[in-house]
T-cell receptor, first 115, second 114 residues
Framework: DTGVSQNPRHKITKRGQNVTFRCDPI?????LYWYRQTLGQGPEFLTY????????KSRLLSDRFSAERPKGSFSTLEIQRTEQGDSAMYLC?????????????FGPGTRLTVT | AQSVTQLGSHVSVSEGALVLLRCNYS??????LFWYVQYPNQGLQLLLK??????LVKGINGFEAEFKKSETSFHLTKPSAHMSDAAEYFC????????????FGQGTELSVKP
């Protein structure tokens, strides 16, 4: 069990560019969640997957955001046409929900800065 | 609507003193409750959880929390603070009949004075 990993850890991009983040969950965790955290705030839910199915998306997830989890393993979060307001820490978490365990284990996050 | 309120955005204690971080929740169904700790520029680490069973739960690093349904509270305590406890602490709730997304409080920054 190597924990949840996220890449890259830091991303600086210019406004209008597209960015993609990757999350590798703990193996055999069937649920994967994405959150966004801005400075001084608690994380806010974006979306989650159960295996490869995306089951819920927050209203925070505009049309510029898309997430995938092909084959129910790793997940990617893409932001198109980035805006300065997208600058935040993007956190990924996984959970063994199918085993009746509801806690989520978080990765180190990807810090996005849009200039 | 479900929410989590953490009383006090900043708490400062002396090393060796009691740590008490307050969390109140609102939920129309039995909640699952969690405390997480976050060190600067890192992800969140699970301290402890309450789902069912014993209302006093013990976590890592000497922390514990008590679920009080009548007070809708889940306060975090530690008998003796250590310098390494300085961090941001988040209380979070999952509604037991929903998809498992965590709803977080705004966090409490704990400072520990020598």
């Amino acid at each position: 069990d190597t924990g949840v990993s996220q890449n890259p850890r830091h991303k600086i991009t210019k406004r209008g560019q597209n960015v993609t983040f990757r999350c590798d969950p703990i193996s055999e965790h069937n649920r994967l969640y994405w959150y966004r955290q801005t400075l001084g705030q608690g994380p806010e839910f974006l979306t989650y997957f159960q295996n490869e199915a995306q089951l819920e998306k927050s209203r925070l997830l505009s049309d510029r955001f898309s997430a995938e989890r092909p084959k129910g393993s790793f997940s990617t979060l893409e932001i198109q046409r980035t805006e300065q307001g997208d600058s935040a820490m993007y956190l990924c978490a996984s959970s063994p929900w199918d085993r009746g365990m509801y806690e989520q284990y978080f990765g180190p996050g990807t810090r996005l800065t849009v200039t | 609507a479900q929410s989590v309120t953490q009383l006090g955005s900043h708490v400062s204690v002396s090393e060796g003193a009691l740590v008490l971080l307050r969390c109140n929740y609102s939920s129309s169904v039995p909640p699952y409750l969690f405390w997480y700790v976050q060190y600067p520029n890192q992800g969140l680490q699970l301290l402890l959880k309450y789902t069912t069973g014993a209302t006093l739960v013990k976590g890592i690093n000497g922390f514990e929390a008590e679920f009080k349904k009548s007070e809708t509270s889940f306060h975090l305590t530690k008998p003796s603070a250590h310098m390494s406890d300085a961090a941001e602490y988040f209380c979070a709730v999952i509604k037991s009949n929903q998809g498992g997304k965590l709803i977080f409080g705004q966090g409490t920054e704990l400072s520990v004075k020598p």
